[in-house]
Structure formats: structure tokens, C-alpha cells
Nanobody, 121 residues
Framework: QVQLVESGGGLVQPGGSLKLSCAAS????????MGWYRQTPGKGRQLVAT???????NYVDSVKGRVTISRDNAKNVVYLQMNSLKPEDTAVYYC???????????????WGQGTQVTVSS
């Protein structure tokens, strides 16, 4: 099994910063794309950012210039540095990874349990 464990969420004032972390562990043969999604009540999960193993990144337009995704391949960790946070960034943030488990031959999608980010004064 593959586990993704997020940390770093919390309450921050508008204009503030937060850094989320997500550590992947378990029976991982190949750890490919990693990323972050977010979800608000009544809405589906929205892509925030993704990163490939070689560092190619992709961001949703609403966070470009304010958010940076990075990863440490040696530690199987992905980060999301969020600056100039806005109330509309409030959501549950989910870590995502595309993984081939040990003994497997196909990619599977792994998800973290989610971490709440609240931007409010």
C-alpha cells in the first residue's frame, strides 16, 4: 500500500503564507507525477499544481505567481508554498501522486487525507 500524509495546513490572514508538505511512503516502485488539489463544500476537487519527477510544473491560473510546487525525490516529498493568500484559497488541500506499487505493473492514483487551509482575518 501507498500512503500520502499531508501537513502544514492551518489558519492564516489574507496576504499571509503557508507551506504544505506531503510525504509518500509504503510499497512504492515508481513515484511519478505528484500534485495538489483543493476542494470546497459543494464543489469537486480542483487542480492546484502538479510536478513531474524532473521538475516540470503546472499551475491553475488562479494561483500562478503566488504558489510554488516543489519536490524532494530522495525523500518522496512534495511541497506547496503558498504566498499572498486570499480568502478564496480557503479549502481542503489534498496531496496526489501517480504511483506504480511494488509488484504492480500499472499506475494507480494515491491521495492524502486532506489538510484544511483557512484564509481569514
Amino acid at each position: 500500500q501507498v500512503q500520502l500524509v499531508e501537513s502544514g495546513g492551518g489558519l492564516v490572514q489574507p496576504g499571509g503564507s503557508l507551506k504544505l508538505s506531503c510525504a509518500a511512503s509504503g510499497s512504492i516502485f515508481i513515484l511519478d507525477h505528484m500534485g495538489w488539489y483543493r476542494q470546497t463544500p459543494g464543489k469537486g476537487r480542483q487542480l492546484v499544481a502538479t510536478i513531474t519527477p524532473v521538475g516540470t510544473t503546472n499551475y491553475v491560473d488562479s494561483v500562478k505567481g503566488r504558489v510554488t510546487i516543489s519536490r524532494d525525490n530522495a525523500k518522496n516529498v512534495v511541497y506547496l508554498q503558498m504566498n499572498s493568500l486570499k480568502p478564496e484559497d480557503t479549502a481542503v488541500y489534498y496531496c496526489y501522486a501517480k504511483v506504480i506499487p511494488v509488484g504492480g505493473s500499472r499506475y494507480v492514483d494515491a491521495w492524502g487525507q486532506g489538510t484544511q487551509v483557512t484564509v481569514s482575518s
